[in-house]
């Protein structure tokens, strides 16, 4: 009897099916070619301007149509994070990565073939050898009326000075000299660890009428900047770790979202569409009748409060009258507190006084950075009791199952009445092991879950992450 081949369709070694494998599979394939090549140019660039660079030069060896199409992009990240994480664990060298990031840059932009540029992203620790480099990164963006600007060298110490050259009037056979470059293009810029002047800043503003963004991050230079003029664009302002800042005043408009490290050095003055402050302050008295006086003119139209308060070990009993009397925001729907070194139940009066100028609340986030148990004093029966009717989410980040932490906690509870779920991010325990003392997030969790959960009504979910 002949044998016969059974037939199944995982059968790795069939081959009778081929002849209609190898058809269906030539079908699909000029189906999907006709359906790329009926697409134009300039959409296949859009697309791949949401690749990223290197995954967008990869497409240049599917065929001779696609060979230049990612040259024409119009979104130049130069962002490789993978590589950082190298750089940080030590697996790769510092200074052999960034001869590799240079010529990667200066290959891409030679080979470059748009007249415009929605995006240029500049982001790695670079060194002084690169200076001239950067300078002319620069001139390629601006020459190409760049729309988003990201010049970012990782953290200090700073090295690369933003050429105020480059707003120097160049001489013309016209009436009126030109700006070297064009900066009207321009909507979002971000510094990070670049030496920038005030008045670089304030060209900036004044040749930039679309510009819509302003980030500067670790450039002590700047000390005096003013960002005013009624017909501002602005609608975010970031001034974060300037440490040479000495006063920044502020009149713009259209500006939603403020972000300062230091809110007592800043002027508010015209800004009636301010939704969203970011800053720092102590939490002694005089500190915060300046933060007071500084948001006089928006805390009544302040939807989101994001305040790191510093703890100066005033002590002070009960509630002082710059916390009794904190000018009410009722529109306030998110309030973030980041709370350095707080000194137990003193921590909760001011915390509870906060909470209670905002009456229609919906999240509350607290984040506790002191590391070692406080004192705990008599000041509970201090806190002025307030029904919260909005409150939903509270985060409580940074719990060490402190006392202190423990009558906060409580005091949400007795006062959300609406509450619907806690969520938890415990500091890790440190245990005693051989050799010195060892972080266990698992008894944290676990510590955080012990104490809390017999404190939950059953309307309340408490989420430990």
């Known amino acids: 009897m002949a044998k016969t081949k059974?037939?199944?369709?995982d059968d790795d070694d069939d081959t009778s099916f081929l002849p209609m494998k190898k058809k269906m599979c030539a079908n699909?394939?000029?189906?999907?070619?006709?359906?790329?090549?009926?697409?134009?140019?300039?959409?296949?660039?859009?697309?791949?301007?949401?690749?990223?660079?290197?995954?967008?030069?990869?497409?240049?060896?599917?065929?001779?149509?696609?060979?230049?199409?990612?040259?024409?992009?119009?979104?130049?990240?130069?962002d490789v994070p993978s590589t950082l994480k190298k750089i940080k664990k030590g697996s790769h060298s510092l200074n052999w990565e960034r001869n590799k990031y240079v010529k990667w840059v200066k290959d891409v932009l030679g080979s470059y073939k748009s007249t415009t540029l929605k995006q240029f992203v500049i982001r790695f620790p670079l060194g002084i050898s690169a200076k001239d480099s950067?300078?002319?990164?620069?001139?390629?963006?601006?020459?190409?009326?760049?729309?988003?600007?990201?010049l970012n060298l990782g953290k200090p110490p700073n090295f690369y000075c933003f050429?105020?050259?480059?707003?120097?009037?160049?001489?013309?056979?016209?009436?009126?000299?030109?700006?070297?470059?064009?900066?009207?293009?321009?909507?979002q810029l971000y510094f990070k660890s670049i030496i920038v002047s005030d008045r670089a800043i304030e060209l900036f503003l004044h040749n930039c009428p679309l510009l819509e963004q302003l980030i500067v991050h670790f450039s002590e230079k700047i000390s005096k900047l003013e960002v005013c003029g009624p017909s501002l664009m602005l609608k975010h302002l970031e001034i974060v770790h300037c440490t040479g800042l000495k006063s920044l005043k502020v009149s713009a408009p259209r500006l939603t979202t403020l972000n300062v490290t230091v809110l007592k050095v800043v002027l508010l003055e015209n800004v009636p569409m301010l939704v969203d402050l970011t800053g720092s302050c102590d939490d002694d008295s005089i500190s915060l009748r300046h933060l007071i006086s500084?948001?006089?003119?928006?805390?009544?139209?302040?939807?989101?409060?994001?305040?790191?308060?510093?703890?100066?070990?005033?002590?002070?009993?009960?509630?002082t009258d710059e916390l009794r009397n904190f000018p009410k925001m009722p529109k306030l729907k998110k309030?973030?507190?980041?709370?350095?070194?707080?000194?137990?139940?003193?921590?909760?009066?001011?915390?509870?006084?906060?909470?209670?100028?905002?009456?229609?609340?919906?999240?509350?986030?607290?984040?506790?950075?002191?590391?070692?148990?406080?004192?705990?004093?008599?000041?509970?029966?201090?806190?002025?009791?307030?029904?919260?009717?909005?409150?939903?989410?509270?985060?409580?980040?940074g719990y060490y199952g402190h006392a202190s932490d423990?009558?906060?906690?409580?005091?949400?509870?007795?006062?959300?009445?609406?509450?619907?779920?806690?969520?938890?991010?415990?500091?890790?325990?440190?245990?005693?092991?051989?050799?010195?003392?060892?972080?266990?997030?698992?008894i944290a969790r676990e510590n955080a879950k012990f104490g809390l959960e017999p404190l939950l009504p059953r309307r309340v979910k408490l989420v430990i992450v």
Request: glycine share 2%.
């Open 335 to 397: 309030l973030f507190i980041e709370y350095d070194d707080a000194l137990g139940d003193e921590s909760l009066i001011r915390l509870a006084a906060l909470a209670r100028a905002s009456p229609h609340l919906e999240e509350f986030v607290f984040e506790n950075t002191w590391q070692h148990p406080r004192k705990v004093t008599p000041y509970k029966n201090a806190v002025i009791r307030f029904r919260h009717q909005h409150l939903k989410v509270f985060k409580f980040r």
């Open 134 to 150: 950067i300078t002319r990164w620069l001139e390629f963006a601006f020459c190409r009326q760049v729309q988003r600007l990201e």
């Open 6 to 9: 059974r037939v199944g369709i």
């Open 28 to 78: 699909r394939c000029r189906f999907h070619d006709d359906l790329i090549s009926r697409l134009p140019d300039d959409i296949l660039v859009d697309i791949l301007s949401f690749l990223s660079l290197k995954e967008a030069a990869r497409t240049s060896l599917l065929s001779s149509r696609w060979m230049n199409l990612w040259k024409q992009t119009q979104s130049l990240n130069f």
């Open 294 to 319: 500084t948001l006089s003119c928006c805390i009544s139209q302040l939807e989101s409060l994001n305040l790191n308060l510093v703890d100066r070990h005033v002590r002070y009993g009960q509630e």
């Open 163 to 187: 050429p105020e050259e480059f707003f120097t009037p160049r001489e013309t056979k016209l009436q009126q000299p030109r700006m070297l470059f064009d900066f009207k293009s321009l909507k």
């Open 406 to 442: 423990t009558d906060f906690v409580q005091y949400i509870l007795e006062n959300c009445v609406v509450l619907k779920k806690i969520i938890v991010r415990p500091c890790a325990v440190l245990i005693c092991v051989k050799g010195g003392e060892l972080k266990d997030e698992q």
